[in-house]
C-alpha cells in the first residue's frame, strides 16, 4: 500500500507540479506578445497544423538549436509553447544559453 501511494504521489508531482515550475505568467506573455515579443511553438509540424496560438511561428525543438539564427535578434524577447511543457523548457534552456530573453509558457492550453 504504502509503494502504492508514493508511486501516486510522484506521478502527481511529475505531472501536475513540475511542469508549472519556472514557467511564465500567461497574463505576463499575452502582454509581451502584444509588445513585440517572438511567439515561438516548438511543437511538430503536425501538431502546429492542428492549431496554433495567433502569431506564432513554428520552429520546432528538434531544429532549434540548427536554427538560431531564424529566431531573431536577441534584444528581442521569445516566448516559447508547446503542448506540456516539456519541450518548451528545453527550447527555452537552449535559448538562454544562446543569450536570449525566455519566457517559457509551458503548455499552450495555459494561453
Keep these: 500500500m504504502t509503494y502504492v501511494l508514493a508511486a501516486l504521489a ?4 511529475f505531472t501536475l507540479v ?3 515550475l519556472g514557467k511564465a505568467n500567461p497574463q505576463e506573455v499575452r502582454r509581451l506578445v502584444a509588445s ?3 511567439l ?16 506564432a ?5 528538434d531544429q532549434l ?5 531564424s529566431v531573431g535578434p536577441k ?13 518548451s523548457a528545453r527550447a527555452a534552456t537552449l535559448l538562454r544559453r544562446a543569450g536570449y530573453v525566455v519566457y517559457d509558457l509551458g503548455p499552450m492550453s495555459r494561453w
Design 40 to 55: 515561438l511553438d516548438v511543437r511538430t509540424a503536425g501538431e502546429f497544423a492542428s492549431g496554433h496560438l495567433p502569431g
Design 75 to 87: 534584444d528581442r524577447p521569445v516566448v516559447v509553447y508547446c503542448h506540456s511543457g516539456l519541450r
Design 10 to 13: 510522484l506521478l502527481v508531482v
Design 65 to 69: 538549436a540548427g536554427r538560431l539564427g
Design 36 to 38: 513585440g515579443a517572438r
Design 18 to 20: 513540475l511542469p508549472r
Design 57 to 61: 511561428v513554428l520552429l520546432p525543438v
